[in-house]
């Protein structure tokens, strides 16, 4: 394990987010923590960046060992000025999360967190997001502690391979009742959106997005059945989103 | 194919934007179009989506076979709302863009007019996304006329495979240069980011993103080649974030 590392935590519901600041105190004893995460809650932005607007970074605070600082911009836009404004280096390792709310099966696309994980990895720095099954800004993240601790110090102490994150998500039960790590992959669902419409005071229409997630499928191989399962699922990620199986199909057609 | 099929047609730049009006009037003739686009420019959103703020809806303008409306939400809203609220259903093909500038390599993960095809693949429904290779509101569309055309009616005679959708990214020179059309994989490659730092008139610093593409590798089978040597290069992409090759190896850590 390399000794006292560098890591950068960063999540997308803010930094004020009981998430982040559970996964704070379990990452701190591993090395020099920095924490760069958006002043308010950043829920679906995705992989979004701020291009048309300028950003700002404000000192919480600084000790020995640790620094935290708030941003205006989405969870991608921390993971790039942390590189290169407030660390000036890429860090040894990316800690995100610990998200209000499942990043399994197709949530990763719209995830805030997860893209923070993607920008290490594209970055070639180790980075693991970590969701714990519950939105509720009362959750308790005490039965993530041992399974954040357990693939956190793996982590650190055998990297990832190149361009690979991890996307853990953990069930929302009491910790006798997590049955233990299980390495997955992404499953295919999908979000059955609806509107609600409404009318504003001064009589225009407006839309409000609610929706249920819609599984495709339910291989005990995927990260949906095993978190339901009361598993930690936990999936490699990478971004290459080329369909190599149709390439040759393709060919014949253009 | 399908006689007077449903179309949505959407971008990022915002329903203003030239390479939406060029696409519009390249697509028309296939089929009954409606436009749902976003109200302002919205590059780099990704496949954010709004969730906290109320979304709203402009009739545009409506005639026989044409319906254009304008949304103040991203590109992933845009079809989520189209197929909702406007269409009352899934349309039968999906065509966005054409964007000004590159979605070839890693600028599909940061693309709105991406997020929307994916978002589209994601409901089942055929879709494409069409990108110019020049960032400039001014740049010439009509070297994409031909090709657009020929993808689009060659997509709308035989679909596409479930959950598989097309990104194409055309070079920026005169028709006759373009040497035809050419499927590929995505490149490998990531943005070398640099923020200007700057003072604003009340002595409190700002940091502003700029970059450079640094491509990883070269081979003549990916996007980022094919476009930089004048070929319209066709990425067929899906959803799936998962490492395949890495779950093995991983489930010996875990």
New interface residues.
């Given amino acids: 394990m390399k000794d006292h590392p560098l890591i950068l935590i960063t999540n997308d519901d803010s930094v004020k987010a009981p998430g982040i600041r559970a996964l704070i105190n379990y990452i701190r004893p591993f090395g020099k923590v920095v924490v760069v995460a958006p002043d308010r809650?950043q829920?679906?932005?995705?992989?979004?960046?701020?291009?048309?607007h300028?950003?700002?970074?404000d000192l919480i605070s600084k000790e020995d060992g640790y620094e935290e600082y708030s941003c205006n911009g989405t969870p991608?836009?921390c993971v790039?000025?942390a590189?290169?404004?407030v660390m000036k280096r890429r860090p040894d390792f990316l800690f995100s999360g610990i998200n209000h709310g499942s990043n399994a099966s197709?949530n990763?696309?719209?995830s805030g967190t997860m893209?923070a994980v993607?920008e290490g990895a594209?970055?070639g720095v180790p980075s693991v997001g970590f969701s714990l099954n519950n939105y509720s800004q009362h959750a308790s993240f005490a039965p993530s502690e041992k399974f954040v601790k357990t693939?956190a110090s793996?982590v650190i102490a055998?990297g990832l391979?190149v361009?690979?994150c991890?996307?853990v998500n953990i069930p929302d039960v009491p910790e006798p009742e997590i049955r233990g790590?299980?390495?997955?992959?992404?499953a295919?669902g999908?979000w059955k959106?609806?509107?609600d419409?409404?009318e504003?005071p001064h009589g225009?229409?407006?839309?409000?997005?609610k929706g249920v997630y819609a599984q495709i499928g339910n291989g005990e191989d995927t990260d949906q059945w095993a978190m339901e399962n009361n598993w930690v699922a936990?999936?490699?990620?990478?971004?290459?989103?080329?369909?190599?199986n149709?390439?040759e199909?393709?060919?014949k057609?253009?």
Same sequence: chains 1, 2.
């Fill in positions: 809650p829920s679906g932005t995705a992989h979004g960046v701020t291009i048309a300028p950003l700002r970074l991608a836009d790039k000025l590189f290169k404004i197709i990763i696309i719209y893209a993607l594209l970055a693939i793996e055998n391979p361009g690979v991890l996307n790590i299980r390495v997955c992959r992404q295919q999908t959106e609806d509107f419409e409404r504003d225009r229409e407006y839309y409000w997005m936990v999936v490699p990620v990478q971004f290459d989103f080329t369909a190599h149709e390439i199909n393709l060919r057609r253009f």
